[in-house]
């Protein structure tokens, strides 16, 4: 399954599950990103890191570590 990181700019997709444990993953989840949500990816860094993504209305700039742990379809 692909995951946040590989999503193209310019995208939306949908969330369809969160990988990870613990702390990282109520993190996570504590900034909106839950299960069956859209996320349109606004812009990609050019060296990947970070990406920013609008998520339940607001902007949101994620690490390339934590984009990879979020499945998306």
Same mark, same amino acid.
């Given at each position: ?28 989840? %504590? ?6 949500? $859209? /996320?349109? /990816? ?6 990947? %890191?970070? /990406? ?13 570590? %934590?984009? $990879?742990?979020? $499945?998306?379809?």
């Amino acid at each position: 399954m692909a995951t946040l990181r590989e999503a193209k700019c310019g995208e939306t997709v949908k969330v369809q599950k969160i990988r990870g444990e613990g702390a990282v993953k109520r993190r996570i989840m %504590d900034m909106g990103i839950t299960k069956n949500t $859209e /996320v349109y /990816v606004r812009k990609v860094a050019p060296l990947g %890191d970070p /990406v920013e993504v609008t998520v339940r209305g607001y902007e949101l700039s994620l690490r390339k570590a %934590d984009a $990879e742990m979020i $499945e998306v379809q």
